[in-house]
Nanobody, 116 residues
């Protein structure tokens, strides 16, 4: 079983920045892909960004050029630096981890609210 602890959400004005962190613990299997998803009420959870163990990132078109995903494999931690935040970025952000044996784990979510 993997436990994911997220931090860094909060309230920020449009144009501001936030940095999310997520640390994984308890995994008997190596972690492959780490990433972030987000969800607003009444909508499906959507991909924000992912990063492979070899540091290859992938982004949703809506955040390209504004968000940067990174990871520290020694700490089993993934980060999401969010710059130039927009009101439409407001959502609950969820950390996601996939292991090499194809198991998937989710964090509890952290709220990001961007005010105009």
């Amino acid at each position: 079983q993997v436990q994911l602890v997220e931090s860094g959400g909060g309230l920020v004005q449009a144009g501001g920045s936030l940095r999310l962190s997520c640390t994984a613990s308890g995994s008997r299997f190596s972690i492959n892909t780490m990433g972030w998803y987000r969800q607003t009420p009444g909508k499906q959870r959507e991909l924000v960004a992912t990063i492979t163990r070899s540091d290859t990132p992938s982004y949703a078109d809506s955040v390209k050029g504004r968000f940067t995903i990174s990871r520290d494999n020694a700490k089993n931690t993934v980060y999401l630096q969010m710059n130039s935040l927009k009101v439409e970025d407001t959502a609950a952000y969820y950390c996601n981890v996939k292991t090499y044996n194809l198991l998937t784990y989710w964090g509890q979510g952290t709220q990001v609210t961007v005010s105009s």
